[in-house]
Every structure is written in C-alpha cells, then in structure tokens.
T-cell receptor, first 115, second 112 residues
C-alpha cells in the first residue's frame, strides 16, 4: 500500500486566495483526520470523518475552513479566503478502527505558506 | 481541562537509554496511549501503544502506571538516527465526544 497520500506537498499563495488540500487515505480505513501543525500550537485536530461522515469539526478554526469527504478514497480541506496566519503544515491521517485503539497513519503533509 | 504534557526537549548521547515521560490526567479509562516519532518534513509515525503496565516492541518500551496519569517511552541505546520529535497521544472523553489530544512533542537530540 502506498500509504496516505497528500497533495500538494508545498503550496504558496497570496492572502485572499482559495487553497485546496487533498488527501487519499489508506484503502479500507474508515477514519480520516485532518491535523494542522505549527510551532506555537503543535499538532491540532481540525476535523475527522468516519465512513465519509464528519463526526467532529470543533477544531476547525473558522468558517473560512471547510472539509469534505465525497467518497472513501478522497478528502479535501479548503481555506477560503486564506490568511497569513493559516501558514502551517497540514497533515491528513487515516486509521482502520475506533478513535484511538488503532494507530494513525499520517501522510507527508502539505506545507502551506500564505503571503 | 484535558491536557497532554511532555518535556519540550531532551539531549542524549549515542548508546544511552532515553526515557520521555508524558502526563495525561483524566484520559479515557478504556483506551490506549500511543507514541509517535516525527522526522523533519515527514508525518508522525507510530512507535508503540499500550494500555497499562509495560509493552515492548523492537524499537521501544512503554511503561504505564496503574493510575494511567502518565506514560514513559523508553528508547534503549539510542543512535544518531533517533534524533526526532516524539509525541504522546491520548484520548479524553469517550465515543463520538472523545478527543484525541497530542502532547506538544519532545525534541530529542542524540549527540555522538
């Protein structure tokens, strides 16, 4: 298996632009997570899905952030409009079972820079 | 307030044993504590997971006391390639209201 695949690896954009991050989870995994990592706040859970349904989006910072999972093999995280404070590494992770009892498999992340 | 706390950084020398302790008060009673390793420009990678007492695998050991308010990751005989950031992860609450909270990460620097 190729693991969790994220694209793009790097994204540089200007303030106000729309940004879309993409994730392909490991086949057969029922849970998909979006995390944001910064030096100040560490790893923060933004949202997670179970069987393509959003379960907890309380970590999504603002209405500018939205996430979708149209099918079991694809998810997107969108920021519109983007702001400089959104600059961070965004990770997608998937797991095969219950919330914590199974290990999370992380993608390589998307390094987002908003100028 | 749910909080997972670990030291910000640690230094060690090659060949030494390194112990990193994480505090996690009031975690879910029926779930695992998990540790991850992260190298620059990569996502965190699973190292070890345990529920209580001691767990050992090919890379590390994990010690969890009976009260489960802390856990200690033990890396035997570290090498330069073990230089990385180490995170503990615990579940607070339960079911769909539970929240997985990472510690802030411990940067381990292994020196020759």
């Amino acid at each position: 298996d190729a693991g969790v695949i994220q694209s793009p690896r790097h994204e540089v954009t200007e303030m106000g632009q729309e940004v879309t991050l993409r994730c392909k989870p490991i086949s057969g995994h029922d849970y998909l997570f979006w995390y944001r990592q910064t030096m100040m706040r560490g790893l923060e859970l933004l949202i997670y899905f179970n069987n393509n349904v959003p379960i907890d989006d309380s970590g999504m910072p603002e209405d500018r952030f939205s996430a979708k999972m149209p099918n079991a093999s694809f998810s997107t995280l969108k920021i519109q409009p983007s702001e400089p404070r959104d600059s961070a590494v965004y990770f997608c992770a998937s797991s095969s079972s219950a919330l914590s009892n199974e290990k999370l498999f992380f993608g390589s992340g998307t390094q987002l820079s908003v100028l | 307030l749910a909080k997972t706390t670990q030291p910000i950084s640690m230094d060690s020398y090659e060949g030494q044993e390194v112990n990193i302790t994480c505090s996690h008060n009031n975690i879910a009673t029926n779930d695992y504590i998990t540790w991850y390793q992260q190298f620059p420009s990569q996502g965190p990678r699973f190292i070890i997971q345990g529920y209580k007492t001691k767990v050992t695998n090919e890379v590390a050991s994990l010690f969890i006391p009976a009260d489960r308010k802390s856990s200690t990751l033990s890396l035997p005989r570290v090498s330069l390639s073990d230089t990385a950031v180490y995170y503990c992860l615990a579940l607070y609450g339960s079911g769909n209201t539970g929240k997985l909270i990472f510690g802030q990460g411990t940067t381990l620097q292994v020196k020759p």
